[in-house]
């Protein structure tokens, strides 16, 4: 039997112009995609990431996986599991169809019900090691939130120097560890952060 994988949960996204201009202003775009890879590298070979597919992060998901397969990694979608709202399904980028493990659930027809009820099940995923918060907009201030609550042992690091959300929920819960703030060495980060605890 296969050895169970610890989970690690992906809160991140790229924010949008249109939407609250506040996330716009701090927002790192290279530092959150830097971050997304650097953690899906780390993850990869030990943990499995869970993450809501926001469709500016699945596709940066996909390309280390793709990576990962053509280099021989075996068995590398096990290390992966995607939960979406049907709610959005018109709004899905192309890379869901290359992941095995999606779980899609279905829509209550309002937004914020649907993603209550696809973060709730998200969260009901077993024990997970770890929460990583980069980038983002709403979602990820929520997510953080409701992850907090429903896995109060897990570690939480919200990346603040990629900017956005990650970099006020690290200002409001008054995380006291500049490295998150001030440290772009990310694959470094979170090796420490993930592997040597």
Do not use: C
């Amino acid at each position: 039997m296969a050895e169970e994988l610890e989970n690690i949960f992906l809160s991140a996204s790229i924010p949008m112009a249109e939407r609250d201009p506040k996330y716009i202003e701090s927002a790192d775009v290279i530092a959150i995609r830097d971050a997304v890879t650097a953690l899906v590298e780390v993850v990869i070979p030990k943990f499995r990431l869970i993450w809501g597919g926001h469709p500016s992060i699945t596709p940066l998901v996909y390309q280390v996986v793709l990576k990962k397969e053509q280099e021989g990694e075996r068995l590398i979608q096990r290390h992966v599991k995607l939960y979406q709202s049907r709610f959005f399904e018109r709004f899905f980028p192309p890379d869901n169809n290359q992941f095995e493990n999606v779980t899609l659930i279905e829509s209550t027809g309002e937004r914020e019900s649907s993603l209550l009820e696809m973060r709730t099940r998200m969260f009901h995923h077993g024990r997970y090691k770890a929460g990583i918060f980069i980038g983002g907009m709403e979602g990820v201030e929520d997510e953080f939130d409701l992850f907090r609550e429903y896995h109060p042992e897990a570690r939480l690091i919200p990346v603040a120097s990629s900017g956005a959300a990650a970099e006020m929920i690290y200002r409001k819960v008054e995380f006291n560890d500049h490295r998150l703030l001030d440290d772009y060495s990310y694959f470094s980060l979170f090796k420490d952060y993930l592997l040597d605890q």
